[in-house]
């Protein structure tokens, strides 16, 4: 469920190493082509890359779906991001989004200190559940933007 800096592969097997991480939860949106998350942040933090790896499993050996390094626009500074966006990222990996998402993704997001956060997702279930100005998380409930933040210690007081 999160990403190592410094190094390029997922490891869904580090959540010991990391015992906040599997507390807080990203937001996802899918919607027609655009697959958007929100990242919980606490004032002052930057994002500095975002990955998606396709897992694997027993048959085969995770991949890297794609990335984006330093998001850009004023959405970014809130960790609301377009994943497989071209423009929103200083850089971007050259893969197209797929037309089928495996069943599952471990989507991660670095920041600039070096910490990291990141959900196993099934984006296909996460395309079916749409609420307004809210998004879905893989508790399986609706959380909007604000709440999403309030996981973090930062925004609660």
């Not at 990955?51 to 330093?70: A, C, H, I, T």
């Not at 423009?87 to 050259?94: A, E, I, L, Q």
């Not at 910490?115 to 399986?140: C, F, M, P, R």
Request: proline share 5%.
């Amino acid at each position: 469920m999160t990403l190592l800096l410094g190094g390029l592969a997922t490891s869904c097997g580090l959540v010991p190493e990391h015992p906040g991480d599997d507390v807080l939860v990203l937001g996802f949106r899918v919607r027609e082509h655009t697959v958007e998350i929100k990242v919980p942040m606490c004032a002052g933090e930057k994002i500095s890359r975002v990955e998606v790896w396709d897992p694997g499993d027993d048959r085969k050996k995770e991949k890297r779906l794609w990335w984006g390094q330093d998001p850009l626009g004023a959405t970014a500074g809130n960790g609301q991001l377009e994943l497989w966006s071209p423009t929103d990222y200083r850089k971007v990996s050259k893969t197209e989004k797929p037309a089928s998402f495996p069943a599952l993704v471990d989507v991660s997001a670095d920041f600039s200190d070096g910490e990291s956060v990141g959900d196993l997702v099934d984006l296909d279930e996460a395309a079916k559940h749409q609420a307004a100005n809210k998004y879905w998380t893989i508790k399986g409930k609706y959380m909007s933007a604000k709440e999403i933040d309030e996981q973090l210690s930062c925004r609660t007081g």
